[in-house]
């Protein structure tokens, strides 16, 4: 399996979910062999990413520069930070990163004696098609964010090539939800019949009992907390976040909002929220780890996840495993498994803001949208979703 990020070296959802499966599959006894590509200049960068509990995972981590999430224009500014030779060795551009990853991995992994190759999203593609083809196997890919998704369908046209043409290679495609799917069948014009989706799990547990505190970091005083948590993105639709918060701020005015998260839209957020007259009810708190992020869906009244384009939304699960309401992107793949929620659409901002003064005013509808958490994450356990992964694998190898 090849893979780009891992807990506790993550940046977003991918890793948490690439971790989730594997804890699946092992239990459904897979052997997984996981390759990733690790940052290589720094004592941070080395952190040991093997937990003690996962003995049947074998980790090869390849040394390379590559980030999750990276782009062209990103890996440009950091790699001109360290010195042209050291550049040469990872890669002096995005490009040859992907390839001295890709060399690298096939390489490394050539003594393996693999049943199935899978890789996670496009940086890993070559390297896993290659592989498979070594080894004469099935490769599998596995799709959690296009960059159609990442760009708001303005694609760097190199990458989107590389992710269509591993497509078209792979002999099954795991897609994280129906809306991604479509996306590749009507933008990829990849066949449906080789896709199948298996939605991201979750292996959260249900906390209702805990009641919200709606204590904010500015004042002490019991207010209503509306949350945005996510990489702070176009994608992600922060900006759509602070209209929405404009809006419930001119209706009620004790309401607080608290966006979670870094990303390199931070300064023009920040910009927009004081230019909006939010500068007193909001909070970037930054990134956050998961034990932060618990407590601050504890109290949040509710939770908003404006994205643009949402291949699933693994945030989704966590905040109504913390008994929160949810208001949903209707451009999302969260919003196909959780029922009880307001969907809505991302640019409708307007109505995002109602569904929230809503919320805030109807305890007992409040109450009633957490309802159905028990059941969504007994029925999407990572365990449940390793079982189909695994059903893909034997009829690829019996095909």
């Given at each position: 399996?090849?893979?780009?990020?891992?807990?506790?070296?993550?940046?977003?959802?991918?890793?948490?979910?690439?971790?989730?499966?594997?804890?699946?599959?092992?239990?459904?006894?897979?052997?997984?062999?996981?390759?990733?590509?690790?940052?290589?200049?720094?004592?941070?960068?080395?952190?040991?990413?093997?937990?003690?509990?996962?003995?049947?995972?074998?980790?090869?981590?390849?040394?390379?520069?590559?980030?999750?999430?990276?782009?062209?224009?990103?890996?440009?500014?950091?790699?001109?930070?360290?010195?042209?030779?050291?550049?040469?060795?990872?890669?002096?551009?995005?490009?040859?990163?992907?390839?001295?990853?890709?060399?690298?991995?096939?390489?490394?992994?050539?003594?393996?004696?693999?049943?199935?190759?899978?890789?996670?999203?496009?940086?890993?593609y070559?390297?896993?098609?290659?592989?498979?083809?070594?080894?004469?196997?099935?490769l599998?890919?596995?799709?959690?964010?296009?960059?159609?998704?990442?760009?708001?369908?303005?694609?760097?046209?190199?990458?989107?090539?590389?992710?269509?043409?591993?497509?078209?290679?792979?002999?099954?495609?795991?897609?994280?939800?129906?809306?991604?799917?479509?996306?590749?069948?009507?933008?990829?014009?990849?066949?449906?019949?080789k896709?199948?989706v298996?939605?991201?799990?979750?292996?959260?547990?249900?906390?209702?009992?805990?009641?919200p505190?709606?204590?904010?970091?500015?004042?002490?005083?019991?207010?209503?907390?509306?949350?945005?948590?996510?990489?702070?993105?176009?994608?992600?639709?922060?900006?759509?976040?602070?209209?929405?918060?404009?809006?419930?701020?001119?209706?009620?005015?004790?309401?607080?909002?608290?966006?979670?998260?870094?990303?390199?839209?931070?300064?023009?957020?920040v910009?927009?929220?004081?230019?909006?007259?939010?500068?007193?009810?909001?909070?970037?708190?930054?990134?956050?780890s998961?034990?932060?992020a618990?407590?601050?869906?504890?109290?949040?009244?509710?939770?908003?996840?404006?994205?643009?384009?949402?291949?699933?939304?693994?945030?989704?699960?966590?905040?109504?495993?913390?008994?929160?309401?949810?208001?949903?992107?209707?451009?999302?793949?969260?919003?196909?498994?959780?029922?009880?929620?307001?969907?809505?659409?991302?640019?409708?901002?307007?109505k995002?803001?109602?569904?929230?003064?809503?919320?805030?005013?109807?305890?007992?509808l409040?109450?009633?949208?957490?309802?159905?958490?028990?059941?969504?994450?007994?029925?999407?356990?990572?365990?449940?979703?390793?079982?189909?992964?695994?059903?893909?694998y034997?009829?690829?190898?019996?095909?």
């Open positions: 399996m090849f893979g780009w990020e891992y807990p506790p070296r993550h940046l977003g959802g991918l890793g948490v979910a690439c971790q989730g499966l594997i804890r699946g599959l092992v239990n459904q006894n897979v052997k997984v062999t996981l390759v990733l590509p690790f940052a290589a200049d720094g004592s941070e960068d080395q952190i040991d990413i093997l937990c003690p509990q996962e003995h049947h995972i074998q980790k090869i981590r390849v040394a390379s520069l590559l980030l999750p999430y990276d782009s062209a224009e990103l890996y440009a500014q950091r790699i001109q930070s360290i010195p042209r030779e050291t550049a040469q060795i990872y890669g002096a551009d995005l490009g040859h990163a992907v390839h001295v990853f890709t060399e690298t991995s096939v390489e490394v992994t050539k003594h393996l004696q693999p049943d199935i190759v899978h890789a996670h999203d496009w940086m890993t070559e390297a896993g098609l290659r592989s498979a083809r070594h080894h004469g196997k099935p599998v890919t596995h799709i959690h964010a296009t960059e159609l998704d990442r760009t708001h369908f303005h694609p760097n046209e190199w990458i989107y090539g590389r992710e269509r043409w591993a497509f078209e290679q792979a002999d099954h495609v795991i897609a994280v939800s129906n809306y991604t799917k479509n996306i590749l069948v009507q933008h990829y014009g990849i066949n449906p019949d896709i199948s298996v939605h991201n799990g979750s292996d959260e547990t249900y906390h209702a009992d805990t009641a505190t709606q204590i904010t970091p500015m004042s002490g005083k019991k207010n209503p907390m509306v949350l945005f948590l996510g990489r702070l993105t176009i994608q992600k639709g922060p900006m759509h976040f602070l209209e929405m918060a404009s809006m419930v701020h001119r209706h009620d005015p004790d309401v607080q909002f608290v966006i979670a998260g870094d990303g390199h839209m931070f300064p023009s957020l910009h927009q929220a004081v230019k909006l007259g939010l500068q007193d009810c909001i909070v970037f708190a930054g990134k956050v998961s034990d932060e618990r407590k601050l869906y504890t109290q949040a009244s509710c939770f908003v996840m404006p994205s643009l384009s949402e291949p699933f939304g693994l945030v989704a699960l966590e905040a109504i495993a913390q008994g929160t309401p949810v208001i949903l992107s209707k451009q999302s793949g969260a919003s196909e498994v959780i029922g009880h929620a307001f969907k809505v659409d991302f640019w409708d901002t307007e995002m803001a109602d569904c929230v003064l809503t919320i805030l005013r109807e305890t007992p409040a109450s009633q949208l957490t309802a159905e958490a028990p059941r969504v994450l007994q029925r999407l356990t990572w365990e449940n979703q390793a079982d189909k992964v695994v059903s893909i034997k009829n690829l190898l019996h095909s």
